[in-house]
């Protein structure tokens, strides 16, 4: 049996007060998790890596999130990589540029630290319901 199945998250997110966040809520959530503050060369980082899951902001320096998760979804080899972007612009077109390319969740900034809870055991353990959901 492998000594770490932890699921591994990616944050790509170059505000520092929400990374911070970010980290305190993966880490005693039990995820393993590094974080990249800019768009330049996150495709390659999530190549390395391989990552369960990629938290990315579509407001990014150098390159945004939507080049990224276009780049990801057109590399057949990291299918498996799951993406939930993040953005402080949360309007309808806004979510749906992002589902349709691909991302796998969306979710607004600023978001309550619960609902990006849920987001990420829906996307990451399928099937399974959240503590205190009733359905």
Known sequence: ?????????????????????LDFLLGREGYAHERIATGAGAVERIRSL???LVLLD????EVSGYEICQQVREDTGLAGVRILM???RGS?????KGLAM???GFISKPFDLKELRTEVRRILEPGTAPAGDAG
């Open 1 to 21: 049996m492998p000594s770490d199945t932890r699921k591994t998250i990616l944050v790509i997110e170059d505000e520092d007060n929400i990374a911070i966040a």
């Open 86 to 88: 993040m953005t402080a």
């Open 92 to 96: 309808a077109v806004e979510r749906r």
């Open 50 to 52: 391989r990552p369960d």
């Open 58 to 61: 579509i407001m990014l320096p």
């Open 102 to 104: 691909g991302a796998d």
